[in-house]
């Protein structure tokens, strides 16, 4: 009798066991306690970011003038959430966002970009290069755009050692240049003209011209490629494009 009430009681006790295992274990089998809700910051392609806060299968997705709830989707690979009219799919650092108007923006974790080491632009120097004349770019609408006869034969060249050879049409002439501020792409030049040959150019030459405004220089950009050098107090831009390097 005895043997028979303690195998009652052990019997008791293990289904007490399993019926409290039961209870604290979901469908899914995880564990019913909520997890606690993290937020991310996105950097995107452009400049724009956003924020996104995870938690149990739902994403809230913020902008300055957003808010959007979202609900965990189906994904072989990574991480895919919907809702209302966005879509996020990420995998690691990295994350699409594709707003309600269809634009795809390519965005990664603020945090983990922050660690990252910062790849410089290189820089385009002046220095060993030489431009050929595109045009002048007068800021008076009546002058406008100037191209002389024979644009090609008008370059200019950066010297190393800090001198400037100019080729004005038939006349050649020399200066020194100096550039300071200087960034990836742009700086301050300043262009000192020194002796030039006098001989009498075709018209519509402005071999004249360019050489007193060197003088006037104040800036200079490489942009898509080509050589804008600015004069002060808007007095226009002279537009230049490389000159290949001979073999």
Known sequence: MRQFLVGCIALALTVSGCASTSNNTSNTGA????????????????????????TDGRATLETANTSVALVQQPSGSGISYAGGGHQLRGKGPDMTWTDASGTVRNCRDQEWAMKQPQIQEPRQELAGTTWRLVHF??????????IPPNVEKYTLQFMPDGKLAMQLDCNRGMGTWQVSDVTATSGTLTISSGAMTRAMCQAGAIDTRIARDMGFVTSYVIAGGKLNLALTMDGGIYTWEPVPPMS
């Open 31 to 54: 564990s019913s306690g909520s997890t606690a809700p993290r937020k991310v910051t996105f950097l995107c392609d452009g400049g724009q970011n956003f924020d996104v806060t995870f």
């Open 137 to 146: 770019q007068s800021s008076d609408d009546a002058i406008g755009t100037i």
